[in-house]
């Protein structure tokens, strides 16, 4: 695919002859997708489609630090529901604590935080009331 176009071949009839060529050495077999309807073909176009689709794919944050931090002390709430042991709950607690001392500290864009760190006892006690 790397030859260039000759002198006298128009663009149309030059791609079409690549196309077919690699039709023909099976370049387009198997490719993801194949066979499956396009995503998000009847959206509205958007400049940066690809942008946040890589975004997803990567699944990237674009939530500044404190609004990260809450979404991710809600998801540690919703763990210590479904914890099956005390040393489980324990280690949710630290790792939430941790990530909330961390963005108290270096947190310097978005909101500010008003965020403090879970209590380990009291958490601990209240999972033993519904889990016991």
Known sequence: MT????????????IDQQIRA????GAFDNLPGQGK??????RPRDELWWVKQKLRSEEVQLLP???AV???LEIAREGIERASSEAQVREIVAA??????TVNMHATEGP??????????TVVARWSETHG
């Open 37 to 42: 309807p396009i995503a998000d073909i009847d």
């Open 3 to 14: 030859k260039r176009k000759p002198p006298g071949v128009t663009w149309d009839t030059w």
């Open 96 to 101: 939430i604590n941790e990530k909330i001392r």
């Open 22 to 25: 690699g039709i023909e050495q």
């Open 65 to 67: 630090p404190v609004l």
């Open 112 to 121: 500010p935080s008003d965020l403090m760190p879970l209590d380990e006892e």
């Open 70 to 72: 809450k979404k991710e």
